[in-house]
């Protein structure tokens, strides 16, 4: 009797090891060798209306390289297409980044998201990414030259994503999801433009809903990454004053009348200076103090236009609307805010607080 | 394969064991689908309220559990209520553990047909998962309450990692206003009996007496119990709200899962499958609990009582219930409208169940005049 449980049991055992170690005629094949798990997709406009869909292949084996491009209507079409091209499988589990042309972009890029929030193989960490120039011509080139120009690009974003490096946007899809679909809230993106030299990061590209309405770039992106994204950089020079200043923290303080008329939007700021080439005889406490008032109206004057032109575009990137949330209340709709924040009056302060020159203060009096 | 002796009774197990079928049961299925149907903000308060109000039906239920007749099992039933309806009661009972165990067998399997295994069928996810339940329910009462604490151990650890979603930049406080309603809509209404359902499953308790040592601190661990789960609700709720903000959680299927393909490991990418094998754990002692319940039911609605239990007949209860659960899932589950009909079912069904058997219970015990056995 006790044999015959033991066997009983046995044979248990070993049904389940089958079945579960996935060597089972109803799931998916996964062989390492059998499937090409691609890296990222950069997604094209297409003729009429179509999508151009192309990736590296193959991303793992240690074959010889080469770029592979369908146009579609469809961009899951696109796998479909590429696995009858191609003799492995293409699979989306190990996608890191999603490269979308500007001009799609400008377009609308909801359908797209859509279909990444959709497949559950896909991870709302991979990065969404906006590219000026021809995206395949360039990896085209790249190819010979640097071979793993995707990982390199990606080890990129992935650096100033962590703990929040400054320098440059980066957004994942979860995040882009978020702003899209909540109210109070546009999205934005990374834009890189393609030079001959390689991918250089322009600035962020302001979304409206689905559809890119505006790319900011050098000093404007600076105070968005200072005031929204980051709260960090680690150098923000200004040339008007010859001036580098370096390690900026900052902290946002909004403040909304009870009227929603106007608002004010103080910007606090820790820093030093970095680098000097001007004229001012900084050591001197009251030079510096000029300088810090000079600073601060022009970072005040830029900020202003930046925010003037949001309205003007009437996105909320910085998510300004989320000041009018109270605990207490019904939230109003989104539509009364936009138009409320087109009229509202925005005012900008910015309070500087520059470490005094200590190491070099002493020589420079003397001289 | 021998004489089974399924619900023997050799040892008694203390106030922790109850605390943790307490929270194990009442964190099945509804959990992880909550924050769909909650979305508001202001849910936090009627889950802590709800939460309160089981702390009642608890109080019932420890009643109940401190008589000498519920150490008695059937006898003790038999006593207060009599024979015929004690019958025609596990009759009904046994409709009520049929779509309880359906609708988190069947809901579990296409949670795992989705995100981790999309070519297979969800019929022979739940086949296997009976399988294993039939494996763990074939060990007997006392070895499937111990198991609890494994189940416990498996998935309660991984709410830990939610606390992720505390912190900035993904947690804004503005995201949990407004606190109070501003107005009460019909959906609020199914949210509400969803959490009443929810935190339904200790009711399950009143048929485990003999294998549980009561005191007078029996109530005491019955509470810290329900408690636990108000807080890893509450807790699971607000990361939701963090996570996607309110307005986004209605178009998220499986906002709990959702969250957790968030996670990044250099090691493991897909966190979201390892955390949905341990939550297998609690599942399969959830179901292997209900088959033994089903089998005693059964036994009793149709009179079997005096024959032993044996493997065959749970293994025969086990496959009329497989059979059972496959017809619901080509019937109702796999059509998303259907499927909601099912839901809704077991949401009221569990509502009732829990908000009724420890009332009643309590209500004949007074009518019969039955007193509490004198406390250890």
């Not at chain 1, 400008?106 to 969404?128: A, E, F, K, W």
């Not at chain 1, 406490?285 to 900020?303: A, R, S, V, Y």
């Amino acid at each position: 009797m006790r044999l015959h449980k033991k066997i009983c049991k046995r044979l248990i055992l070993l049904f389940m090891t089958f079945w579960l170690s996935g060597c089972a005629p109803f799931t998916e094949n996964k062989l390492i060798e059998e499937i090409s798990p691609v890296t990222f997709l950069s997604i094209s406009k297409g003729d009429k209306g179509k999508l151009t869909v192309s990736t590296i292949m193959p991303p793992l084996s240690k074959e010889k390289k080469f770029v592979m491009s369908q146009e579609v209507s469809l961009l899951k079409e696109g796998v479909q297409k590429y696995n009858l091209n191609f003799y492995q499988e293409m699979k989306s589990g190990q996608m890191r980044m999603l490269v979308i042309s500007d001009e799609l972009g400008r377009d609308g890029i909801m359908s797209i998201i859509n279909v990444l929030l959709t497949d559950p193989d896909i991870s709302p960490r991979i990065y969404l990414v906006i590219v000026k120039g021809n995206f395949d011509e360039y990896l085209e080139s790249q190819l010979d030259k640097d071979e793993n120009f995707d990982y390199s690009f990606y080890r990129m974003l992935k650096h100033y994503e962590e703990k929040n490096q400054g320098e440059l946007t980066v957004v994942n899809l979860h995040e882009f999801k978020n702003l899209l679909y909540t109210p109070y809230s546009d999205p934005f993106l990374p834009v890189f433009k393609l030079e001959e030299d390689g991918v250089n990061y322009e600035g962020t590209a302001l979304f409206k809903d689905d559809k890119l309405v505006e790319t900011i770039s050098s000093l404007d992106d600076r105070i968005f990454q200072l005031i929204n994204n980051d709260h960090y950089l680690v150098v923000l020079p200004i040339q008007k004053f010859e001036i580098v200043l370096g390690h900026v923290r900052s902290k946002v303080i909004v403040d909304i009348d009870s009227s929603y008329s106007t608002m004010t939007y103080t910007v606090n700021i820790d820093t030093r200076i970095e680098e000097y080439r001007g004229e001012k005889q900084l050591f001197d406490p009251k030079q510096l103090e000029n300088m810090k008032k000079d600073i601060e109206t022009h970072l005040e004057k830029q900020t202003h236009e930046l925010v003037k032109k949001m309205q003007e575009l009437k996105v909320d990137p910085l998510q300004l609307g989320i000041q009018t949330k109270r605990p207490f209340s019904k939230p109003m709709e989104e539509k009364k805010w936009i138009e409320m924040f087109e009229k509202m009056d925005i005012k900008i302060k910015y309070n500087i607080n520059i470490d005094p020159l200590t190491d070099a203060n002493s020589k420079r009096q003397n001289l | 394969m021998g004489t089974y002796q399924l619900f023997k009774k050799n040892e008694t197990y203390n106030g922790l064991y109850a605390m943790l079928l307490v929270n194990r049961l009442q964190m099945l299925y509804f959990f992880l689908i909550m924050p769909n149907i909650l979305i508001h903000p202001y849910m936090i308060w009627v889950l802590i309220a709800v939460g309160i109000l089981s702390q009642l039906n608890l109080f019932l239920l420890s009643k109940w559990l401190l008589t000498r007749l519920s150490s008695n099992g059937y006898n003790g039933f038999v006593q207060m209520f009599g024979k015929k309806l004690v019958r025609f009661l596990s009759f009904i009972g046994l409709f009520f553990i049929l779509l309880k165990l359906s609708v988190i067998t069947l809901g579990f399997s296409q949670i795992v047909q989705t995100f981790m295994l999309p070519a297979t069928d969800t019929n022979f996810l739940v086949f296997f998962i009976l399988l294993f339940c039939f494996y763990v329910a074939g060990k007997g009462v006392e070895h499937t309450i111990r198991f609890v604490l494994i189940s416990f151990f498996c998935t309660f650890s991984m709410i830990t990692f939610f606390v992720f979603f505390f912190f900035p930049p993904i947690a804004q406080l503005s995201d949990l206003y407004p606190l109070i309603p501003m107005e009460w809509k019909v959906e609020n209404w199914k949210a509400f009996f969803l959490i009443l359902s929810s935190y339904s499953g200790p009711e399950f308790l009143v048929f485990l007496g003999p294998w549980l040592k009561t005191n007078n601190k029996t109530f005491r661990y019955l509470c810290y119990g329900n408690a636990l789960t108000v807080v890893e609700y509450v807790f699971l709720f607000i990361a939701s709200l963090f996570f996607f903000g309110s307005n986004y959680l209605s178009k998220t299927q499986y906002p709990i899962i959702n969250m957790s393909r968030y996670f990044q490991n250099p090691v493991f990418e897909r966190i979201d499958m390892i955390l949905l094998s341990f939550e297998l754990f609690n599942l399969v002692f959830a179901v292997s609990l209900f088959l033994l319940l089903f089998y005693g039911a059964s036994k009793i609605a149709f009179g079997k009582m005096s024959k032993p239990t044996s493997g065959k007949g749970l293994l025969s209860n086990v496959f009329l219930i497989f059979i059972g659960m496959v017809l619901m899932n080509e019937l109702f589950w796999k059509s998303e409208e259907k499927q909601t009909f099912l839901l809704n079912l077991q949401i009221i069904a569990g509502s009732i169940s829990y908000f009724l058997v420890p009332l009643v219970i309590v209500l004949v015990m007074k009518k019969e005049g039955v007193k509490k056995h004198a406390s250890t």
